[in-house]
């Protein structure tokens, strides 16, 4: 889409930027690419705008979510839409099964479809993690894929892929040690 379609939207680019950034979906994965490729915003006020509005709906959906299911399942109409969230948080929680705080960090931060803040938040409430803590690496997941979808946005595939190398390391070098804490 051109930059006159979200001009014409008539909201000022950084409401734009944190509203788009907020959705489900299109998180700061969205949002980065249209603030800095489309509407021109500078990157690094991009990137503040972006996290703020990614990290918005997550104490939401971390403190809510569970409450709201609960109200909805009594509702024969909507029992089915609260069963397929649950499946959906039981399906992406492999990683955050296995590698603990630095899997909930991975989901989070790996900027593919279906990984996110709202992917993260909906796997924390469906394993019944601690929400405080669930909050702190959520927080960690979206810093880290703001700056991989930054470097994209800003370097192209060689900057996204020297990010995801650094950032994939730490990760690496992260899980290794905790495997080894363990022995």
Not at 81 to 92: L, N
Not at 117 to 132: D, H
Request: glycine letters at 10%; hydrophobic letters at 55%.
């Amino acid at each position: 889409m051109s930059s006159e379609f979200w001009i014409n939207l008539g909201l000022p680019p950084e409401w734009l930027v944190f509203l788009v950034s907020a959705l489900p979906v299109f998180e700061l994965r969205g949002a980065l690419p249209l603030s800095i490729n489309i509407l021109g915003i500078p990157w690094y006020w991009a990137y503040l705008i972006a996290l703020a509005g990614n990290l918005l709906p997550v104490p939401l959906i971390l403190f809510l979510l569970e409450k709201v299911l609960n109200v909805l399942e009594h509702f024969d109409f909507m029992r089915g839409f609260t069963r397929w969230i649950y499946v959906m948080g039981q399906k992406r929680s492999a990683t955050v099964e296995k590698y603990k705080r630095i899997g909930l960090i991975l989901l989070v931060a790996i900027p593919l479809p279906f990984t996110g803040a709202w992917t993260g938040s909906l796997v924390a409430v469906v394993l019944g993690l601690n929400r405080n803590e669930s909050l702190l690496y959520i927080s960690l997941g979206v810093v880290v894929a703001g700056a991989i979808v930054t470097c994209l946005c800003l370097l192209g595939w060689v900057g996204a892929m020297l990010a995801g190398l650094v950032l994939g390391g730490i990760a690496f070098t992260r899980i290794i040690h905790s495997k080894n804490q363990l022995v």
